[in-house]
């Protein structure tokens, strides 16, 4: 019961931890600044695609709901006028709400598309910080072919991704449909949906130099709870605020790794830790 409370605070520490190590080790900061090139590029692409009609989307949504208000009021006896001041309320509600959602997409866009155009460099950093950590790296198949069975892996787990989202996306959109508590249940699956599939993205380098099936990837986020629910908790907020999810992928991306090393491999990875002490010893 100690370590529950525990690992809920230790998980969202790790994006800060990462921040303190890319400070303290300057030789890391050379693999941070091509992805964030990249993410710069994708973020003026989903600002200019996405965010801006997005945001007018969301205004004319709003004064359409505002007016119909307005006119359906305007139809009953005066003493129900107060009903004006209700609607405003709603009105800015509607504008956070819709906007927050917005900027949730644009975020878990950018940690997608981020994630694979900047994969050799993440998988670098990734790397060298598990040395820094662990003192070593598994065993990596240099074959010619590995690299195309490299590739087809990558595909895969995004397309496993998407097969994941469409069985759990869709379900939960038929909690909309439920009177009262339909929406709140919406929310709280798709936050949780969201939060896996963003541990998936920054669990996803060392996992796969140990070259785990989707499956088993997926077990270990959800075996590493509650510590991998609030580090995914506090990426998915880091990368949904504007610009500042430009900086904040390479950051989670870290973070991920700092985790695995500290509480996933420890724990799941006995024989690896058996084969580095008695390659140690030798």
């Not at 993410?39 to 945001?55: C, D, E, H, K, S």
């Not at 005066?78 to 900027?103: D, E, K, P, Q, R």
């Not at 439920?178 to 939060?195: D, E, K, N, R």
Request: net charge positive; with cysteine; hydrophobic share 55%.
């Amino acid at each position: 019961m100690f370590n529950l409370p525990m690992g809920l605070i230790t998980g969202a520490t790790y994006p800060f931890r990462a921040l303190a190590l890319l400070v303290n080790q300057p030789k890391l900061r050379g693999y941070v600044i091509v992805p964030i090139l990249i993410n710069i590029l994708i973020g003026i692409a989903l600002y200019v695609g996405l965010v801006f009609p997005g945001l007018e989307l969301v205004d004319t949504l709003t004064q359409q709901w505002t007016f119909q208000w307005n006119q359906w009021i305007a139809s009953l006896p005066m003493w129900l006028g107060f009903l004006t001041g209700f609607a405003v309320v709603v009105h800015w509600l509607l504008n956070v709400l819709m906007l927050l959602v917005l900027f949730l997409v644009t975020g878990f866009l950018l940690v997608q598309f981020g994630a694979i155009l900047g994969s050799p460099w993440y998988g670098q950093l990734s790397e060298q910080i598990e040395k820094i950590r662990l003192g070593q790296l598994p065993q990596i198949n240099t074959h010619p072919l590995a690299i195309a069975q490299d590739i087809w892996r990558a595909i895969l787990f995004e397309l496993k991704k998407l097969l994941l989202m469409a069985i759990a996306g869709i379900p939960l959109l038929l909690f909309n449909f439920i009177p009262a508590i339909g929406t709140l249940l919406f929310s709280i699956g798709s936050l949780t949906l969201a939060t896996t599939l963003v541990c998936l993205d920054f669990f996803d380098s060392p996992l796969e130099r140990r070259k785990l099936p989707f499956r088993q990837k997926l077990t270990l986020v959800w075996r590493t709870f509650p510590a991998s629910a609030t580090f995914g908790l506090v990426c998915f907020g880091l990368v949904s605020v504007p610009f500042i999810n430009i900086l904040t992928v390479p950051l989670c991306v870290s973070g991920g790794t700092l985790l695995f090393c500290d509480r996933i491999w420890p724990h799941h990875f006995t024989q690896e830790r058996s084969d580095i002490a008695i390659g140690t010893r030798e």
